[in-house]
């Protein structure tokens, strides 16, 4: 069953973002490939991120019994040396991995790296997630390759540009090496299907489409998201009121 919404799903923001996440990106290099022949490849790329932990988060948990008082004829046992049959359960301080993903189109030829594609996480759009993304993105902008970042998520902060980012709820930029500073924004609104758009490529030769919107149909389907989403709820990432009476109706006219 699709969507029933025309674009992003909204609802896909949340619990199910990291499923979503890994599968775009995949699709998104699984559509590129046959359409970059022969003389590009698209592959996917995954690293995995360490999150340090600074607090420690307990739990208690209460023990039905705990002391257990043992009485003996043979021999008194001393004051302390009771045993505890349940304890506390505590969460100790450890690294957390987080899954970072993104698409490299590399020419056959020599193997160079020519355009980066991001679709960003929440970890690239806030705290230490945020510079470690940001210093990357610096380090792209400042080499010969192209970067194209998607941004699906309406929560955490937006990519820095120097001009105002017109008012949407997600966007794709395209940094295309030789224009840079100048970069193309496709501002989408939550009510219009995802763009098609350009990615491009070494010079002389034309850009490859990549059609959003089908992308993430395919991966609504294959991922069973229909069946995972509980529409029946707000989305975990609330929306304004307008957009909130919109996606109500947009709902009940799809499960009429």
């Not at 998104?28 to 600074?54: C, G, T």
């Not at 790296?113 to 945020?130: A, M, Y």
């Amino acid at each position: 069953m699709p969507s029933p919404f025309p674009g992003m799903d909204p609802y896909l923001e949340g619990d199910d973002w990291t499923s979503f996440h890994a599968l775009l990106v995949t699709e998104i290099a699984r559509y590129l490939s046959p359409r970059l022949r022969p003389k590009y490849v698209a592959l996917p790329q995954r690293r995995f991120d360490v999150l340090d932990e600074d607090a420690v988060a307990i739990e208690t948990i209460y023990p039905d019994v705990g002391m257990a008082a043992v009485e003996s004829t043979a021999r008194h046992e001393p004051v302390g040396e009771a045993v505890a049959t349940s304890p506390c359960v505590l969460e100790t301080v450890m690294d957390r991995r987080v899954p970072q993903m993104w698409v490299e189109i590399r020419d056959v030829a020599g193997r160079t790296l020519v355009t980066t594609v991001e679709i960003l996480s929440p970890w690239n759009k806030r705290g230490q997630g945020r510079e470690e993304y940001l210093d990357k993105r610096r380090k792209v902008l400042m080499s010969a390759s192209h970067l194209v970042e998607i941004d699906l998520l309406r929560r955490g902060k937006r990519l820095p540009m120097k001009d105002a980012l017109p008012p949407a709820s997600y966007y794709v930029v395209v940094a295309r090496a030789n224009e840079r500073p100048k970069v193309q924004v496709w501002p989408i609104a939550l009510d219009h299907p995802l763009p098609t758009f350009g990615v491009p490529l070494l010079g002389g030769d034309a850009d490859v489409a990549l059609d959003l919107q089908a992308c993430f149909q395919n991966v609504y389907d294959l991922g069973g998201f229909d069946l995972l989403v509980d529409y029946s709820k707000p989305p975990a990432v609330p929306l304004p009121p307008d957009l909130a009476a919109w996606t109500t109706e947009r709902l009940r006219a799809a499960h009429q």
